[in-house]
Nanobody
Framework: QVQLVESGGGSVQAGGSLRLSCAAS????????MGWFRQAPGKEREGVAQIYTGGGSTYYADSVKGRFTISQDNAKNTLYLEMNSLKPEDTAMYYCAASAAVAAWARYLCGERIDLYNLWGQGTQVTVSS
């Protein structure tokens, strides 16, 4: 069974930090996109950070550059999102997602095409208070 399970969300004050984890199981290919996305109430889902598992290329939304770091632990089949200097506007439901297999030449699509992602986790809530 293919699934993604997020954990690590919570409530913090502005300036604080959280680390989200996404445990992946059942994925049989080695080169694909994984990413973190978020959706605040009344807003569209947006990309936060993505990574190409075939080589580690990473992509970030401008709003989180320098504050968030995406990483992967292949041995544990786990994706992480380290979030520092959190702001109230980071408050949202955060989702982990994965795509189907992606060739290396197309890895830039990881950060550009949300429609590439066809497997989604259930989400974990992040709330940042001022």
């Amino acid at each position: 069974q293919v699934q993604l399970v997020e954990s690590g969300g919570g409530s913090v004050q502005a300036g604080g930090s959280l680390r989200l984890s996404c445990a992946a199981s059942g994925l049989t290919y080695s080169r694909y996109c994984m990413g973190w996305f978020r959706q605040a109430p009344g807003k569209e889902r947006e990309g936060v950070a993505q990574i190409y598992t075939g080589g580690g290329s990473t992509y970030y939304a401008d709003s989180v550059k320098g504050r968030f770091t995406i990483s992967q632990d292949n041995a544990k089949n786990t994706l992480y999102l380290e979030m520092n200097s959190l702001k109230p506007e980071d408050t949202a439901m955060y989702y982990c997602a994965a795509s189907a297999a992606v060739a290396a030449w197309a890895r830039y699509l990881c950060g550009e095409r949300i429609d590439l992602y066809n497997l989604w986790g259930q989400g974990t809530q992040v709330t940042v208070s001022s």
